[in-house]
């Protein structure tokens, strides 16, 4: 293919179409690959989101069946260091095919700047690229159909990055009106209130790419901070409409828009409503440090048809307008299409709803690659693949996102990280330069794990040059003991106290026993006994100096000898990593693992041991439930499983990224709640395939569970008894 891009100057946060006229309607063949984003549309008809994303220097083509006159591909360049996609230079490469073997090329579509999105705009968050506002002159769909208005550019041959194929199968596209209102009114203007800032606005220009507050061309978020809702009013500034999706979505925000005259209309999307001094249980679209917030200027009377340009998630959404017009609001959801293979069916309808809550968290978090969330990042992390790579086998009977994923990882660029590192997240620009050291070890586990399931295959074998690239970096970091020491960057244990500076500093318990489990692992990837044996030796080292008789502290540190002594810092977190990743046995210390699953975790009462930092999710709660997974304590995991995610499931349909809306509320790992719903209600382990038994728990249930996208398990259990 022949990749073209316009001769204009501008490639930050620029948007431009690309149009073919076929003369008449007929079946073609259309090859794709385009960066940074692309849409395409078939007659006027919404049809693709992509590509799906690559490693720096490549780009992942598609195939796409076209029964269509027209046809139109959006290309949008963000040319900003993101966690989301690459920095990259922009360009546009497609082959049409016509079933009466016509063939077209790049160069045959004609070129337009769609000059109605703002370009010097805020960032939409600190990870991602640019918030979206429109001046609208015209309806899009005109350009759809060959009719549009907007600057013709010329067009130059550019590099065309090396082609890989697409592993996920494409997204479904369902549009989505299942809102119900849930309140209006109309919207004053307090100029007083402080306008909403943040690392991304602040920063961008400078240590970020992007565009300086004071090069702004319109100043979206600015304007909704200061937004007061009165409810039931019929008069103001905007009237306004809060709709409720009934669950966080994701997708495309689409607007049916009927303008009398010119005005402005806003949609604010919340993944949960908020209260504060100005307005209660109201749609804050800046929560968890997003601008989730579109704006479109209709500049003359007449109907549109508008869109997003990017996929966003929310359950609730309001809309704003001035007078003179009407809105119908939707979403065109962007999710994996083969989600609904696994069926699942529970007398207890609370485990029907985290099932299901944990389906859709997948389903959002597994388009092109495995996501840490679909809204503030859409970023391939590391560990949260480790989790949500399980339910993705589960829920599709495939692993095409994770495989897509690690090859991702295999051609992984390093720049300004040390030599062995690979990034925290990719495919992702590594920001000021910051990694996770830990991240690289659970990469180690993941590919271990990705092994024993699928075999020593190209993957694996593909991976090993970054796995001993990772040990050779913390060979580097190990101190005299062989632990490592003051490693540098984000040092991470877990959304909690235990990440605080001052525990991770020095000699980190958490972070040495993950590396000996690592150790282990490479051993077996590699064949090589001697990273056995000195996993073997850092595990007794820290059974020595890190536990007090009681308790394994969280770091140690030097004193002014030079010695390594504990501090006195403790997390519940750091006995779990211990006994998850098989440091110690509960024989072995089996106080403490009585203390940690009788009086702490779920069990802990207010007050008890309060010198004890407490767990979040990822990774000490999660931690636990594996933990009396690996015991058989079946009715104990179902009943830690509906305590956790029983709440969540109510109030978002969706498993989040901490036990608190603090954060995301749609998180890819959390989906990994569906392995234990299962072990605890039959005994079958989603990973091993073991079957633990031949009973349930008194609870029926039925489920047919994908082990591949043809063959299928069934599992009943009826009066207690399983019947496969």
């Known amino acids: ?44 008809a919404f049809a693709f989101f992509g590509p799906q994303r690559a490693a720096k220097g490549y780009a992942r083509e598609i195939t796409l069946s076209s029964n269509a006159r027209h046809i139109t591909i959006e290309v949008e360049s963000i040319y900003i260091e993101t966690f989301w996609v690459i920095k990259s230079e922009p360009f546009f490469a497609c082959e049409v095919t016509t079933e009466s073997g016509e063939k077209y090329t790049s160069t045959d579509f004609k070129c337009y700047l769609l000059n109605d999105r703002v370009t010097k705009v805020q960032k939409y968050s600190y990870q ?27 067009v130059r041959e550019v590099e065309l990055p090396k082609l890989l194929n697409s592993f996920v199968d494409i997204p479904s596209y369902d549009e989505d009106k299942s809102y119900t209102e849930i309140e209006n009114g109309s919207i004053s203007v307090d100029i007083s209130r402080p306008v909403w800032r943040d690392r991304a606005h602040t920063m961008a220009g400078r240590e970020l790419g992007g565009y ?38 994701t997708g495309f925000t689409t607007l049916t828009i009927k303008a009398k005259n010119k005005g402005i209309v806003y949609v604010l999307g919340g993944e949960i409503l908020t209260s504060d001094e100005y307005n209660k249980d109201y749609v804050k679209f800046e929560r968890d440090a997003t601008s989730n917030i579109f704006k479109w200027e209709i500049k003359e009377a007449g109907e549109y048809r508008v869109s997003t340009f990017e996929p966003y998630a929310y359950r609730y959404a309001t809309v704003a307008h001035t007078s003179g ?10 999710e994996n299409p083969n989600v609904n293979r696994f069926k699942f069916s529970c007398q207890d309808k609370r485990a029907e709803k985290i099932m299901e809550a944990a389906r859709s968290t997948l389903a959002q978090n597994a388009v092109d690659l495995l996501t840490d969330c679909p809204s503030r990042e859409r970023a391939g992390w590391l560990s949260d693949s480790y989790f949500s790579s399980v339910a993705e086998k589960l829920f599709t009977g495939e692993n095409q996102a994770e495989e897509a994923f690690l090859d991702n990882y295999r051609r992984a660029h390093t720049d300004r990280l040390p030599k062995g590192i690979i990034p925290m997240c990719y495919p992702a620009d590594c920001l000021e330069g910051t990694f ?72 980190n318990v958490a972070t040495n026993i ?18 056995k044996n000195k996993a073997i030796r ?118 989040w990224e901490h036990n608190s809306t603090g954060a995301s509320c749609v998180h890819g790992f ?27 728990i008194g609870i029926d249930c039925e489920m047919k569970i994908p082990l591949d996208k043809e063959n299928y398990l069934n599992l009943t259990i009826r009066n207690n008894k399983l019947i496969k």
Not at 516 to 531: G, Q
């Open 325 to 334: 017009i009407e809105c119908e609001l939707s979403m065109v959801r962007l």
């Open 1 to 44: 293919m022949k990749a073209i891009w316009a001769n204009y100057e501008n490639k930050m946060n620029t948007t431009l179409a690309f149009c073919l006229d076929l003369k008449e309607t007929q079946n073609a063949k259309i090859r794709l690959a385009a960066g940074s984003l692309c849409k395409v549309y078939l007659d006027g």
């Open 670 to 696: 959390a989906a990994y709640a569906s392995r234990w719903l299962i072990y605890a209600l039959t005994g079958y382990d989603t990973i091993t395939g073991k079957q633990d038994g031949d009973t349930g």
């Open 212 to 249: 300086r507050i004071e090069e702004w061309e319109d100043f979206v978020s600015d304007e909704a901070t200061q937004f007061i809702y009165h409810k039931g009013a019929t008069s103001g500034k905007y009237l306004y409409n809060t709709y409720d999706f009934g669950r966080i979505l």
């Open 436 to 507: 996770i050291p830990n991240w690289t070890l659970w990469y180690i586990m993941e590919i271990a794990k990705y092994a024993r399931l699928y075999g020593k295959n190209e993957t694996v074998l593909g991976a090993l040059d970054n796995v001993r690239g990772i040990l050779g970096y913390f060979k580097s970091c190990e101190n005299e003991l062989e632990l490592l020491e003051d490693l540098k960057s984000w040092v991470f244990v877990e959304w909690s106290i235990a990440n605080h500076w001052k525990r991770t500093m020095g000699v």
């Open 538 to 655: 850092i595990q007794n080292k820290i059974k020595e100096i890190a536990f007090d008789g009681k308790l394994f502290v969280d770091n140690l540190i030097r004193n002014d000898k030079g010695e390594l002594v504990k501090t006195d810092h403790y997390t519940e977190v750091c006995q779990y990593y211990a006994f998850w990743f098989e440091c110690i046995t509960n024989e072995e210390y089996f106080e403490l693992y009585k203390e940690l699953m009788d009086n702490l975790g779920t069990n802990r009462k207010p007050g008890y041991l309060p010198h004890v930092g407490e767990p979040n999710v990822m990774y000490g709660i999660y931690m636990r439930i594996d933990l009396l997974m690996r015991e058989g304590k079946r009715d104990e995991v179902y009943k830690e499983c509906i305590a956790l995610f029983g709440k969540m499931a109510e109030l978002t349909g969706t498993l």
């Open 128 to 154: 991602r690229g640019f918030a979206e506002s429109y001046k609208m002159k015209n309806d899009r769909t005109m350009l759809y159909l060959g009719k549009g208005d907007y600057p013709l550019l010329e």
């Open 514 to 531: 993950t590396y000996a489990k690592c150790l282990i692992e490479a051993s077996w990837l590699l064949d090589d006994d001697n990273l």
